[in-house]
């Protein structure tokens, strides 16, 4: 069942013309001639879809905390910076198919009256700004943007805004300081941005997968889209599979699909005819989950069941030959050069997370550390301004426990024990 | 100094957002263009246009890897190095990389043509190993690979 990437084989699908061919912006042109805002508001809220970015938050429901008249102005940003490790499927929405996109957040700017909407997305993707750039150019050329948007008196503007390198920026509050050209430093919640956002008005920030299943929605109606998937998992889902499977890539699935089924029958199984060892089933940020957890079903609430977090749908894969000290290190690593250094917790603690576990993979670890790393874990959790903190203890500390021998032998034979890979 | 073609392009962006401000990161990003990296006078003079002190403006350079601080060689060889990429052998790219170049992760070649980096996930994992040349992906990449491309490079 494909719905976001159903028309992603089609050449120049890029281009506006082409787009419309396949029944582009008619989603828009429903919602201007037959709902009134706050219709889109419930049609989304009836339809079940929940946030693609990480939370996994109701859409419509956030939409709806929005407060109306109250005489600022209300902004819509999309969160296109996709920087968690692991997480590539906004991308290919972003250069396959930017007017699903700019469709998207068109109706839902309608949907929340807001009439100046933003794209914030990571510096690295130039090639998907320049895609999108021309996107916009093109969208403002048919009446899609612009003032009296096909004849309904509905206005909206569009600024694609590039990011210029750094992961804090993908959650919200720091997306909305860098936006106002500062350092993204994640502000305290509350106040949530719904209340208080961007330039201290009224702000909604969606992930680009969510804002491109609403076009679909607006066409097919909330009870089909509700009748994909399971119960509070509805829809489906962009999973982007990479590490030792023999076809990483990314597939869109119903979230009725088991890890399993994603694994074995959609990419080819494990590389060399190995066996799997872990996976991470949504961005570095989630705990890992063993082999014998491969026929969790890969929606929101079965994989919060079985200890982890469906989180981006970055799905990474290891087999056998992976060495979790170095995994976790590495990913550890990461967290330590993106803290943004506000709350202490997550400043020295990423960077002592780090050096741990560099001293356990380079054979001089100590007796003790692991209960080190998972104290200061405890410590590091539920305490920060944003949970980049949280997103670097969790890792850490399910990495230990699911694979406890292994951290443990390497501190007491003082070497890696994982034979490299032949 | 920023060159008058950049202050107008600058001055544009300005008027693009409802505050001014929101423009200083784009801005940042134009005048960077002007000499491949951002100088002391580049800061100063957009700080100048936005009114802001300079320190204010390096504190938010500073913050973003891309901005680039320090003069850099003509190609940026960015190679991911994070989960994805680690899993598929970007070590093996790395040392290649080391190796041909002569030179480790932060530094430049002498002859002012190539900058290594270590970076983060560029959102191309499925497609590990992956490195940026300046703008532009290169992925699934092996030595073979990356040796022609850097033959191309002149
Ligand atoms: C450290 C951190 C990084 C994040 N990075 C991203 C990101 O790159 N892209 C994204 O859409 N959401 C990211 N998020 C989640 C956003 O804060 C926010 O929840 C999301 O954009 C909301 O959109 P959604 O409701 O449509 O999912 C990140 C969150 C945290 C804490
Ligand atoms: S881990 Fe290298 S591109 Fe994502």
């Known amino acids: 069942m494909k719905i976001l990437t159903k028309n992603m084989h089609v050449p120049n699908l890029r281009e506006i013309g082409v787009y419309e061919s396949l029944g582009g ?3 828009l042109r429903k919602s201007l001639r037959d709902c009134k ?5 419930e049609i989304v809220k009836k339809s079940g879809l929940r946030g693609r970015g990480g ?4 859409t419509g429901v956030k939409w709806g905390f929005v407060p109306k008249n109250t005489g600022k102005p209300i902004y819509l940003c ?3 910076d996709e920087s ?7 991308r290919l929405v972003i250069e396959k198919d930017p007017h699903l996109l700019l469709e998207g957040t068109i109706i839902s700017a309608y949907a929340l009256d807001c009439h100046l909407a933003f794209i914030y997305i990571r510096g690295e993707f130039s090639y998907g700004a320049t895609v999108l750039e021309k996107a916009i150019e093109e969208a403002y050329s048919k009446g899609y943007l612009g003032k009296n948007i096909l004849g309904s008196g509905y206005d909206l503007d569009l600024i694609l805004h590039r990011g210029a390198g750094a992961y804090i920026c993908g959650e919200e509050t720091a997306l909305l300081e860098s936006l106002e050209g500062k350092r993204g430093h994640p502000r305290l919640k509350p106040p949530f941005p719904a209340v208080v956002g961007l330039y201290r008005c009224p702000t909604v920030i969606n992930n680009v997968e969510t804002l491109a299943n609403v076009p679909h ?8 889209y509700a009748a994909i998937g399971v119960e509070r998992n509805t829809g489906t889902r962009l999973y982007a599979v990479s590490g030792h499977v023999n076809k990483p890539g990314v597939y869109e699935l119903p979230m009725t699909v088991t890890l399993r089924e994603l694994i074995y029958d959609h990419c080819g199984g494990i590389r060399n005819g190995r066996r799997l060892k872990a996976v991470i089933p949504g961005g570095s940020s989630v705990p890992i989950l063993t082999a014998d957890r491969v026929d969790t079903r890969m929606d929101y609430d079965s994989v919060a069941k079985a200890g982890s977090m469906l989180g981006s749908a970055g799905v990474v894969v290891m087999d056998e030959s992976t060495c979790m000290v170095k995994a976790v290190r590495r990913i550890t690593r990461f967290y330590a050069e993106e803290s943004c250094g506000q709350c202490t917790q997550c400043r020295e603690g990423t960077e002592w997370l780090y050096q741990i576990l560099t001293r356990i993979e380079h054979g001089r670890g100590r007796a003790g550390e692991l209960e080190i790393l998972l104290d200061l874990c405890t410590q590091m959790k539920g305490r920060t301004i944003c949970p980049l903190s949280d997103a670097a203890a969790m890792p850490v500390e399910s990495y230990i426990k699911s694979f406890y021998d292994e951290f443990a032998a390497h501190i007491t034979q003082q070497r890696c024990v994982i034979l490299p890979a032949a | 100094m920023l060159s008058e073609a950049t202050r107008q392009k600058i001055d544009a962006l300005i008027r693009k957002y409802p505050h001014p401000r929101s423009a200083l990161i784009p801005a940042l990003w134009l005048a960077q263009q002007e000499a491949g990296y951002l100088c002391p006078e580049a800061i100063r003079d957009v700080a100048e246009i936005f009114k802001l002190p300079t320190n204010e403006v390096y504190e938010v350079a500073s913050f973003y890897t891309m901005l680039y601080k320090k003069p850099v060689g003509k190609y940026v060889i960015q190679v991911c190095t994070n989960i994805s990429c680690l899993l598929c052998n970007c ?7 080391e190796n041909r170049l002569g030179i480790g992760p932060g530094e430049t070649t002498s002859d002012k043509r190539f900058t290594l980096m270590e970076t983060e996930c560029l959102a191309s994992c499925g497609t590990a190993p992956v490195a940026q040349i300046n703008e532009d992906y290169y992925e699934s990449l092996t030595p073979e690979k990356l040796d022609r491309i850097l033959d191309s490079m002149k």
């Open chain 1, 25 to 27: 912006y008619q989603g």
């Open chain 1, 37 to 41: 805002p706050n219709d889109i508001i």
């Open chain 1, 55 to 58: 939370a996994g938050f109701p």
């Open chain 1, 78 to 80: 999309v969160n296109a």
């Open chain 1, 84 to 90: 968690e490790p692991g997480t590539f499927k906004d």
């Open chain 1, 217 to 224: 929605i607006i066409n097919n109606g909330p009870e089909w």
């Open chain 2, 91 to 97: 070590e093996e790219i790395m040392a290649h990389l």
